[in-house]
């Protein structure tokens, strides 16, 4: 290991070890992604909501499975010191990406008619 490789090591602390607990598990139908237009795009169709203690703080979270999790269920995870509400079970599965991208197509489409609305006038 060369000395980068030792100061990055030391920057970057080993991610803590706790337990989470599922707070809820609820089936999405292939419907709700509207990018999939109703067509079923992957397996994960439950969505699991869970709560973790990370210096003394309860953060919550979700990840998608393929399979359903009792609520009350508890697992190990692991996070980020220094940034606590980042763990390892965590995939991104919140739908803000989502909305962005819609105010996006949102905004693209709607550029022409403004356009053709301002030369009319």
Same mark, same amino acid.
């Given at each position: 290991?060369?000395?980068? !490789?030792?100061?990055?090591? +030391? ?5 803590? $070890?706790?337990?989470? /607990?599922? *707070? ?17 795009? !992957?397996?994960?169709?439950? +969505? ?5 203690? $990370?210096?003394?703080? /309860?953060? *919550? ?61």
């Amino acid at each position: 290991m060369n000395a980068e !490789e030792e100061n990055l090591a +030391r920057a970057r602390p080993a991610w803590l $070890a706790t337990q989470a /607990t599922v *707070t809820g598990c609820h089936y999405e139908f292939a419907g709700i992604n509207s990018l999939s237009a109703g067509l079923p795009c !992957e397996r994960r169709q439950f +969505r699991i909501c869970f709560t973790y203690r $990370a210096h003394g703080i /309860t953060f *919550t979270d979700a990840f998608m499975s393929e399979r359903a999790v009792a609520q009350g269920e508890v697992f190990p995870l692991r996070y980020n010191p220094l940034r606590p509400s980042q763990n390892t079970k965590s995939d991104g599965a919140g739908r803000a990406p989502l909305l962005s991208i819609g105010i996006a197509v949102s905004i693209i489409m709607a550029l022409p008619f403004l356009a053709m609305a301002r030369g009319c006038g």
